[in-house]
Each structure stands twice: as structure tokens, then as C-alpha cells.
């Protein structure tokens, strides 16, 4: 529900003169929560027929109405919705390929919008292409894509965590509103996951949980994006460049969550450390990216200075640059939560990534990713997250071979 409420405000969802969504609702957990979030009417609609009054009674707070219907056969209201949501949907992860039925249901969905309304659409797939014993057909990244182009939905953003994959879309005529708000809501969010970050650190003392927790979401949030842009792009490789650990933090992430993609020609300036990574200086990294290359900045200096009260650093000209000197230090302390920046005395979260598990991550997942013990979650991991973080604030790790 809280997710919800600051999905509504942040994207300035007109949710209270228009009614909000949940197709394949289930027991109506989401549709509750809409209305309890705020949603002036809110319905939910299953292909099994909801019981009334368990819902009644496990969510008395609630004024969401459930309804029967195939999402396939149904059409709904056109210019209606503020919100559509279809969350973690079993047609979509089980089907061995997004075929007319799923396109028209998009189209659907794209008409039902009204102006400034969101679809939220989630569904298990680890891209691979290969069905796996659950019956999951894990769609590939670039089908998924292709299939969204075919229903006339424009991507706002892409998000990814684990085994979730979740897009926000939009009607193609409101593409370039909320391509301008999902800059300031995302640069904002991560400005200040890494900027909470670093200042613990700079200060000498151990991030706590919830630090270390934003810091891994924002380096999720920065690798889902990239994803996204290579395969929009059509570009052959990426090539990641900066002069802070961020930077290996980001690759690790795109090489778990994106093993399909090559990241290549990574570049980093250290101090000497031994590293994974292929050191070189800026002028020699201008000349590595090359045409076919997705070259992407990406700096944590830029947060250490700012935490220390120095100047910024310069960026090398790129496709997509992850730090810009001119949003950080100048925020107003006092804006809205809404748009990412906690409002004085607000405990600060970082609610952008999948939306679907990201509550759930503990720190010591983070670890697991980053440091290549990711393993089933049933079993302990080794990391303890202050030994992690000490080993990892500004040592780049040599010898890394992979998961
Ligand atoms: C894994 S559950 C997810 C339920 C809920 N959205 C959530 O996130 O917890 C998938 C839901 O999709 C519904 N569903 C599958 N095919 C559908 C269809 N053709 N029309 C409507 N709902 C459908 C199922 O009945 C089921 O309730």
C-alpha cells in the first residue's frame, strides 16, 4: 500500500477522479490496497470468480469492487483508468510467445488509459529463453520488447530485481510527460541512495541496513535502465566507465541480471589497486567507444565529493551518464518525498525498482549479488554485510571469475 500511495503522487496519477485496475487480481489483495492508497474507485478482475465476502472480510477497510472476467475476452472502458495494473501474471510467464491475443490485450489496456494514466505490468521470466521445470517459458528481454512496440505502449521504465521483471507504460501521446518526470523521480531517488550511502561512509561509520539496501536498488535500478537503452538502442555492447566502485557494483549487476549482454571494454581509473577491471585513462576511454557501443558514465566520485563539499567531476561524452553535476548538490532540501528527495526529518527510501519484492531485499543479498555468492536464498550466505562493505568501499576485487 505504501508502494502504491507514492506510485500515485510521484507520478501524478489522477487517480482520484478516475478509477484504478488490477486485472488478474486474485483474492483482491492489490485492489484493496489501490483503494486504501487512495484510488477513488477501484476494481479488480479475475478469470475466477472472486468470493465477495472473504474479501469483505479480510479487507473491511476497502471500497474495491472484484469482478469475473477473462482478460483476453474483455474489454475494458476506453479513457477511463488512471492505473492498470496486471502483477505478476501467470498467461504472460507461461506463454511460449506473445502472440495477437497478447497484443490486442495491450492495445486494450493503451485505450483504457486516460490521459496521465500508468500500466503496471510484472511477470516471472530470467530471460533465457529455455522453460524450466515450473512450466515458466522466461521470455527473452528482446521479445518482451518487441511485444510492448506491437500494442502501441510506450516504456516509461523498465525494472528488474531477482526474478521479477516489471515495465511502467504509457499511451504514446503522454510519452514525453512522463519521460520528463521519470527523470527527476529517478535521478532524485538514486541521488539520494548513493549520496545516504557515501556520507556514511565519508563519516567513518558503518551504513546501516536500510543504506546499504538503497544503495544495492539504485545500482539494480541503474542496471535495468541500461538494459533497457542497449536493446532499445541496438547496440552490440555496453561499455561502462567511472572512477568509483559504483561502476563494478552496476557491472556485477548487468552480468547476474543480464548475463546476455555483453559488457565490454569496461574501464575504470583506480589508484593503483589491483583489479578485474581494464584500467585506463579518459583520453584512452574516448577512443574505446566506438560506434556500436552503448557507452555509459557512471560515478561515485561525484557523490564522495559532493559529501566532502568539493567540486564535481567532469564526464567524458556518452550515450548515458548516471551522474550529472548540475541535479545533485542544488535539490532544495525541503521537496515532496514524491518526487525521491525525503522532505526534512522524513527517514529517506528508495522505492524504485521492481516494486514487486524490492521491501523484501535485506542487505545481505546485496552482498551475495555483488560479491558472486548468489545462491539459493533457502540457504545461509557466508557475506556478512560490514565485512562486505569494508572489503568494498574502495578496493577494487581482483581475480574475479564469474558466477
Ligand atoms: C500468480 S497470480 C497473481 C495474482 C495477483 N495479481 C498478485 O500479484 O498476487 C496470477 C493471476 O492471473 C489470473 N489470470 C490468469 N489468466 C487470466 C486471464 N486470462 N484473465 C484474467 N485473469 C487471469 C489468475 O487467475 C491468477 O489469479
Known amino acids: 500500500m505504501p508502494w502504491l500511495k507514492w506510485l500515485f503522487d510521484a507520478w501524478r496519477l489522477p487517480v482520484g477522479s478516475h478509477a484504478t485496475l488490477d486485472i488478474g487480481c486474485s483474492y483482491g489483495w492489490m485492489a484493496a490496497a489501490m483503494s486504501v492508497a487512495g484510488a477513488a474507485t477501484s476494481i479488480g478482475t479475475d478469470i475466477r470468480r472472486p468470493n ?10 476497502s471500497t474495491a469492487v472484484l469482478a469475473m472476467a477473462d482478460m483476453f475476452k474483455w474489454c475494458y472502458a476506453p479513457d477511463r483508468f488512471a492505473f492498470i495494473s496486471i502483477r505478476n501474471n501467470s498467461a504472460f510467464c507461461m506463454a511460449p510467445q506473445l502472440d495477437e ?5 495491450g492495445r486494450n489496456v493503451r485505450r483504457s488509459l486516460t490521459q496521465g494514466g500508468l500500466a503496471y505490468l510484472s511477470f516471472l521470466t530470467n530471460f533465457s529463453g529455455m522453460r524450466s521445470d515450473d512450466g515458466f517459458t522466461n521470455l527473452p528481454l528482446a521479445d518482451i520488447i518487441d511485444y510492448l512496440h506491437r500494442t502501441g505502449l510506450h516504456i516509461v521504465k523498465m525494472m528488474k530485481l531477482g526474478g521479477a521483471t516489471a515495465f511502467l507504460l504509457c499511451r504514446p501521446e503522454d510519452a514525453a510527460h512522463f519521460d520528463g518526470l521519470q527523470r527527476t523521480i529517478t535521478h532524485g531517488q538514486r541521488f539520494h541512495a548513493l549520496r545516504e550511502y557515501v556520507e556514511a561512509r565519508v563519516d567513518g561509520a558503518v551504513p546501516a541496513p536500510r543504506i546499504l539496501r538503497n544503495l544495492f536498488l539504485a545500482a539494480a535500478d541503474m542496471a535495468s535502465e541500461i538494459a533497457l537503452r542497449w536493446h532499445i538502442c541496438e547496440r552490440a555492447t555496453v561499455c561502462l566507465f ?11 549487476i548487468m552480468t547476474v541480471l543480464y548475463p546476455h549482454i555483453p559488457v565490454g571494454g569496461f574501464v575504470v581509473e583506480t589508484n593503483d589497486e589491483p583489479s578485474v577491471l581494464h584500467v585506463v585513462t579518459d583520453e584512452e576511454a574516448g ?4 560506434d556500436n557501443v552503448l557507452s555509459i558514465y557512471l560515478d561515485t566520485k561525484h557523490w564522495v565529493d559532493v559529501a566532502l563539499g568539493a567540486a564535481t567531476s567532469s564526464a567524458p561524452p556518452c550515450d548515458l551518464m548516471f551522474t550529472s553535476g548540475d541535479f545533485g548538490p542544488t535539490l532544495p532540501s525541503g521537496e515532496p518525498s514524491m ?12 522505492h524504485y525498482c521492481s516494486g514487486d519484492h524490492d521491501v523484501e531485499v535485506p542487505p545481505i543479498i546485496a552482498g551475495a549479488y555483488l560479491t558472486g555468492l548468489l545462491r539459493n536464498l533457502q540457504e545461509p550466505c557466508h557475506e556478512d554485510a560490514a565485512a562486505f562493505e569494508e572489503r568494498f568501499f574502495t578496493t577494487f576485487p581482483s581475480g574475479f571469475e564469474g558466477v
Open 242 to 252: 567511472g572512477r568509483g566502485i559504483l561502476t563494478y557494483y552496476v557491472w556485477r
Open 287 to 290: 577512443r574505446i567507444w566506438g
Open 101 to 105: 491475443k497478447f497484443v490486442e490485450l
Open 339 to 350: 518526487h525521491g528527495v525525503p522532505t526534512s526529518g522524513e527517514t529517506f527510501t528508495f
Open 52 to 61: 465477495h465476502d472473504a474479501f469483505r472480510s479480510t479487507f473491511p477497510a
